[in-house]
């Protein structure tokens, strides 16, 4: 029971290395075919063309930055690596979890640099690849964990740190919980607030920031929320 629990995680990973080793290489792609096409043209044996480097390095940092989004987000897509809400074992063999794994290894990579270089409409568009329901005229600003089982209506601004989490480790009972997250239009989420699994903000919520919003709990429309666990704010007698 114990080597096939062993062979079962050892092959897991292997797959999942040699899938984000072929995605994160194609995305590399590009960039090579556009430094050989440049240092065809412009071979850098002058002293002036120094003064090109700062500029082709930016470039070509940024052509690498479109591609490994596009590419870890089409595979994503096209070969429906999403999970669905439910409590499953935290294994290679359970098919949630391993999608769940295989997501995480293509997304966290690409999250981290969506982190330094925020690129507002192709950032949305990564997400709606990756299965996040995206309504329109959005800022997201923070973290999303898990943007296929996260919504956003319209209108909402998610503040510099602000984390949405749609699953939870249970690593004593070796399980993962995965919940959708649901946010209303016309909503504000505050820097460095948390949203746990299951939450679900109302149209027209405003959360403060720092406020954390626990697992299952609903905003009701049109309230102020803030502190932990997120609590309703009413407005002073005479204002």
Same mark, same amino acid.
């Not at 079962?8 to 075919?33: A, H």
């Not at 507002?120 to 959005?138: D, P, V």
């Not at 602000?162 to 946010?183: C, F, G, P, S």
């Given at each position: 029971?114990?080597?096939?629990?062993?062979?079962?995680?050892?092959?897991? &990973?292997?797959?999942?290395?040699?899938?984000? $080793?072929?995605? @994160?290489?194609?995305?590399?792609?590009?960039? !090579? =075919? %556009?430094?050989?096409?440049?240092?065809?043209?412009?071979?850098?044996?002058?002293?002036?063309?120094?003064?090109?480097?700062? &500029?082709?390095?930016?470039?070509?940092?940024? $052509?690498?930055? @479109?591609?490994?989004?596009?590419?870890?987000? !089409? =595979? %994503?897509?096209?070969?429906?690596?999403?999970?669905?809400?439910?409590?499953?074992?935290?294994?290679?063999?359970?098919?949630?979890?391993?999608?769940?794994?295989?997501?995480?290894?293509?997304?966290?990579?690409?999250?981290?640099?969506?982190? !330094?270089?925020?690129?507002?409409?192709?950032?949305?568009?990564?997400?709606?690849?990756?299965?996040?329901?995206?309504?329109?005229?959005?800022?997201?600003?923070?973290?999303?964990?898990?943007?296929?089982?996260?919504?956003?209506?319209?209108?909402?601004?998610?503040?510099?740190?602000?984390?949405?989490?749609?699953?939870?480790?249970?690593?004593?009972?070796?399980?993962?919980?995965?919940?959708?997250?649901?946010?209303?239009?016309?909503?504000?989420?505050?820097?460095?607030?948390?949203?746990?699994?299951?939450?679900?903000?109302?149209?027209?919520?405003?959360?403060?920031?720092?406020?954390?919003?626990?697992?299952?709990?609903?905003?009701?429309?049109?309230?102020?929320?803030?502190?932990?666990?997120?609590?309703?704010?009413?407005?002073?007698?005479?204002?």
């Amino acid at each position: 029971m114990s080597n096939d629990k062993s062979t079962g995680k050892t092959s897991g &990973f292997i797959l999942i290395s040699l899938i984000c $080793f072929i995605v @994160f290489s194609l995305g590399f792609l590009p960039s !090579i =075919v %556009i430094s050989r096409i440049f240092l065809y043209f412009i071979p850098l044996n002058q002293i002036w063309h120094i003064f090109l480097l700062p &500029f082709f390095i930016y470039f070509i940092l940024v $052509f690498t930055i @479109f591609y490994q989004l596009l590419f870890s987000g !089409i =595979v %994503i897509h096209l070969f429906n690596i999403r999970y669905e809400e439910g409590v499953y074992d935290y294994t290679y063999k359970n098919k949630m979890a391993f999608r769940w794994i295989a997501l995480c290894a293509l997304y966290t990579p690409i999250r981290k640099i969506l982190e !330094i270089f925020p690129l507002g409409g192709i950032k949305n568009t990564y997400f709606r690849l990756l299965g996040m329901k995206l309504g329109k005229n959005n800022l997201v600003g923070g973290i999303i964990k898990d943007p296929c089982l996260t919504e956003f209506g319209d209108n909402i601004t998610m503040g510099e740190y602000a984390i949405i989490y749609a699953h939870i480790h249970n690593y004593e009972k070796n399980t993962i919980l995965m919940k959708r997250v649901k946010i209303g239009n016309n909503c504000i989420i505050g820097a460095g607030a948390i949203i746990m699994p299951g939450a679900v903000l109302e149209d027209d919520v405003k959360l403060a920031a720092g406020a954390i919003v626990t697992k299952s709990q609903i905003l009701k429309k049109g309230k102020i929320y803030a502190g932990i666990p997120a609590k309703e704010i009413k407005p002073k007698k005479g204002k």
